[in-house]
């Protein structure tokens, strides 16, 4: 019973986020960081690269510790490190770089261009002109 914040950007820079939960989740459990799948889990076609992600707590993701449990590791640069000074290193809780039930949100790269999604009603009515508000 997984369920996932999908967070997916395109090479545009473009970004959306999906949830997926249960049965349309299963296909990512198991899948490391860097590795590539069908873009069709999400309703896309083409492929997704993950990227990053986080568990449930915050701790993120990092791709050089295999496995999918929670580590304390020593950094002096990278993911999940923000300010360290030249030659400090910082023991850590980091996430290893398998997809598993304790994840909650996932980072993924889309090999194309998002879709662009159509305006709702509210966002279509906020862009036409409103007779009133023309100054004759």
Known sequence: ??????TISDIKGKSMSKELKDSDANPLLG???????????VGLTG???LTGG???SGVPMRNDIHGAARKY????????LQDAEKGQRVRKLM???TVS???YQI???FDGELPVESPTEDNAESTEEKPEDKKE
């Open 101 to 103: 039930e304790e994840i």
């Open 73 to 80: 590791v020593l950094l002096s640069k990278g993911v999940g």
């Open 47 to 49: 492929k997704l690269k």
């Open 31 to 41: 899948l490391e960081l860097g590795h590539e799948t069908d873009a069709s889990v």
């Open 1 to 6: 019973m997984a369920n996932f914040k999908i």
């Open 107 to 109: 980072n993924c790269k």
């Open 95 to 97: 996430r290893g770089n």
């Open 54 to 56: 986080s568990d449930k």
